[in-house]
């Protein structure tokens, strides 16, 4: 017997090494070893006879050499390779269909009636109640992929997995059930907890492409985007234009206390025919400050609009509700019915909020340019004024102290002059 089973075994590991393709990554050499070993695992615990023993270990070798010629049908293949190579060895007919019969009991459509099938089909299945069983459907994977062009995604193979261990598999001996059972329910509870966390994931995916089509689809709505767009924008405007008004007072009221001193302590002292030389400084001081009031004064003045519009302005969209200089004398059921028909036509709203941003940057621009006017004006009419002063003085004291121009501003400040 023994005799028998290392010829057998030498010739199946130098018929796979001579004749498998590289590309059967799991029904190999390796795989084969296993189901042997397997498969006299499970005869210690079986009551059978020597010869039986020695039919069920010379079909383990065989049962996938027929992968070498074909991969569909590799079963029958497989005991035709038996076949020729126990009757070269002189076993008698009766051994050689026993081991025959045991190789066909591979096929996994076969439900198997004799003991000795039943230990061949639990040793060749025996990976499905091993640690390992990740690795070994991993493997079996990639040789599919390879070699019949079978390519599954990872949610395919988890299903084909789970309907292999559910519905197509079952240990048939005592001892394989009792072993090898609990792993198995181990591997399926592991590819089921797999399987509902990749369904919730791609729930939660599909929810939220459904609420991005979703929220697409509600084009006629005002966006979000565009609403905070449109607040920004008016509120730096705004900003901008209380900036200008306090420019603007500013310089109103450094302008005004300017003219109060003057008129306090300057012009009662012009009276004196002596000092009849400050007389042109002072208007060129005067003009300047006045000048400075008035464009202050253009540059914050209000312009408001005729205040009325008529249905014919709503209708083709020419009134902008949204500046009061358009509305201001209208009634309020007018305005209201204005409003309700902006607020229906979101082109018109939008529009409104346009045209208001525009005209609001159109105050912005003449105010800013104002101010820049009339910052300058001041500017040089102070250094005109102060130069006036100093000129003046430095001739009325003869060009004799150059100093004499230093001397304008405890002059505004003083309170006698001879």
Known sequence: MSTLLEDVEKFIVNHFYENLDSSFVYHNLSHTQRVVEKTKEIIETETISESESQNLIIAAWFHDSGYTKTIKGHEEESALIARDFLKDKGLEEKDIITVEAIIL????????????????????????????????????????????????????????????????????????????????????????????????????????????????????LPERGIETMFRVALRNHITLSDIADTKANILLSVNAIIISVALSNLLPKLDNPSNS???????????FTVASITMSVIATRPNVTRGKFNKEDVANKKVNLMFFGNFHKMSLPEFEWA?????????????????????????????????????????????????????????????EDPRAAMNILSYLGSSDIT
């Open 105 to 220: 009991a591979t096929e996994m459509s076969y439900e198997p009636k004799t003991i000795l099938g039943k230990i061949i089909r639990d040793a060749d299945s025996s990976h499905v109640g091993s640690k390992n069983y990740a690795d070994f459907k991993q493997l079996l994977r990639k040789e599919w992929e390879v070699t019949q062009d079978l390519v599954f995604t990872d949610e395919e193979w988890q299903e084909t997995n789970i309907d292999f261990l559910m519905n197509h598999h079952q240990f048939y001996t005592f001892y394989a059930a009792s072993k090898w059972e609990k792993q198995k329910g181990k591997s399926l509870a592991s590819l089921l907890k797999t399987q509902n966390k990749t369904k919730l994931e791609h729930s939660k995916l599909k929810h939220k492409k459904e609420e991005l089509a979703f929220k697409k689809s509600k084009v006629e």
């Open 339 to 399: 409003m309700t028909e902006m607020m229906k036509d979101r082109d018109y709203l939008y529009g409104s909020l346009t045209k208001d941003l525009y005209f609001l940057g159109l105050v912005l621009n003449r105010k800013y340019n104002l101010l820049r006017h009339t910052y300058t004006v001041f500017m040089i009419g102070i250094l005109i004024s102060v130069i006036a002063f100093g000129v003046a003085f430095y001739l009325q004291s003869g060009g």
């Open 277 to 287: 030389y400050l007389i042109y400084p002072t208007l060129i001081f005067l003009v």
